[in-house]
């Protein structure tokens, strides 16, 4: 990552007032659209592109934000501030252009820095699970009226968008560690999940994205709380590095910790448990499944006890939480078996994932794309590992993600884990999969898309082919 504008977190940063034209350069993505739509209703005004037309540009324009297909420098020409995602490279003609108007060109981390470091800051980090806990902690905080500002990473369905604003003291956002940019972020109360191996195209190893942890959680205000797991060793070691003066609350399923969760029911649709907490137990229902969406949850309600919310509140609002969309998001069926869209592109998500599917009792077809060349070779036995515990799997081609091919192909995964699930199959094209899938699901099946890439296009395209429908837009 590098940024062009350095001390830009303070109130009276470079274009910070109504009526300066900001061009966000990567604006559909799922940072950069909710920090668009925040911005314009703040009084600037804002524009931006993206090279496809994402479904996320509806709303953008539906906002009054005009926004281009494809990146030009005459897009720029009249913007005060740039802002960029880490998907836009420096030799993005938008990028040149901007450094030579000389023009302040921020990151997307720096953006969400005005909002958050101005404010009463609940950031959420940890290597999964950022953008469910997220989202719980802003419908908590919502429901019990505190009007929050929220910044969420997927598609809210309570809120109607990625995004939740509010004129309440709190902004609500995941803190994103996979470029190290959240150092930027100054929380009041830092939600700490976990810490794995992942984005090992930047961090060289497991020790440096702990460290990266330690920088965050030094940046929690000396007055702030911080609110972590502690069945996690390297979380434990990390809150250390946050100031001696900020409360730490701890949470946990299986330690001894401030707030845990006893009498776990995991239901297929949802979950049932009991949070015990400052001396005393109240029993709670989840409207998502999984035992993570339970620790998850756990961390967003002792958030929101944080923040004076009553216990009356959080169990009156948590079964209507159904999650966000790509989360274990149940999309429609196929002749007869339950479709489900998830983003996980990690080996610990996809084992969450697959236990929650295996939880809904039926069996599971399977259909993974990788996510990166450099997360598949680094991570490539826990990846053999966790999908060769699938019955029935269909693989594809590696999403390069603007990567280079390497060492690591899709076939060369599909050869190590066919030799634990012979039923594998590998299908390169996504765009092949569709009837692939369709000729091996069977009536009472749970499809599971998973990937982080464009394999959730596949999915939908699947349920509108049950509907006899031409396929929809995959993503909001």
């Not at 929101?304 to 998001?329: D, K, M, N, W, Y």
């Amino acid at each position: 990552m590098s940024d062009d504008v350095k001390n830009t977190t303070g109130p009276t940063g470079p274009g910070i007032h109504p009526g300066a034209r900001w061009f966000f350069s990567g604006i559909g993505g799922a940072g950069m659209n909710p920090l668009a739509h925040l911005f314009a209703r703040r009084g600037m005004q804002v524009a931006g592109s993206d090279c496809t037309a994402q479904k996320t540009l509806d709303s953008l324009r539906a906002a009054g934000i005009t926004c281009y297909i494809g990146h030009d420098a005459a897009h720029v020409e009249d913007a005060d501030v740039f802002v960029y995602s880490s998907a836009i490279t420096r030799d993005n003609p938008e990028f040149v252009r901007a450094r030579e108007r000389g023009i302040p060109c921020l990151h997307r981390s720096l953006a969400l820095a005005f909002l958050v470091n101005n404010a009463h800051g609940v950031t959420i980090a940890g290597t999964h699970g950022k953008t469910t806990t997220a989202a719980i902690t802003a419908v908590l905080f919502s429901a019990a009226g505190l009007d929050p500002t929220a910044v969420i990473g997927g598609f809210v369905p309570q809120f109607n968008a990625y995004f939740r604003d509010g004129q309440g003291p709190h902004v609500i956002a995941e803190a994103d560690e996979s470029d190290g940019s959240f150092d930027h972020l100054v929380s009041s109360v830092a939600l700490m999940l976990n810490i794995d191996a992942d984005h090992l195209d930047f961090y060289s190893n497991i020790e440096a994205v702990e460290t990266a942890f330690r920088r965050f959680l030094a940046n929690v205000r000396p007055d702030g709380s911080v609110i972590y797991n502690a069945d996690d060793p390297r979380v434990c070691r990390a809150v250390a590095s946050a100031p001696a003066t900020a409360a730490r609350v701890s949470c946990a399923l299986d330690a001894k910790a401030d707030y845990t969760a006893s009498d776990i029911r995991l239901l297929p649709w949802s979950s049932e448990f009991t949070v015990n907490g400052n001396g005393a137990g109240f029993p709670v229902s989840l409207g998502t499944p999984g035992r993570h969406n339970v620790l998850n949850a756990l961390h967003a309600i002792a958030a929101a006890r944080v923040a004076g919310v009553s216990t009356e509140s959080i169990r009156a609002t948590l079964p209507s939480f159904h999650g966000v969309h790509r989360r274990f998001q149940l999309i429609g069926e196929f002749n007869g078996a339950a479709v489900i869209d998830d983003y996980a592109h990690h080996p610990s998500e996809i084992a969450a994932a697959h236990d929650a599917a295996r939880n809904l009792g039926m069996p599971v077809l399977a259909v993974f794309q990788p996510h990166r060349f450099s997360r598949t070779h680094k991570l490539l036995d826990e990846f053999t590992a966790v999908l060769g515990s699938f019955d029935r799997l269909i693989l594809t081609d590696i999403f390069a993600a603007s990567e280079l091919p390497s060492d690591v192909s899709g076939q060369s995964l599909f050869d190590r884990v066919r030799s634990r699930a012979p039923g594998t199959r590998y299908i390169p094209r996504v765009e092949d999969l569709v009837p692939a899938v369709a000729a091996a699901v069977q009536p009472g099946d749970v499809v599971l898309f998973i990937g982080a890439g464009s394999i959730s296009a596949a999915a939908h395209a699947l349920v509108a082919m049950n509907r006899g429908q031409s396929p929809p837009p995959a993503s909001h």
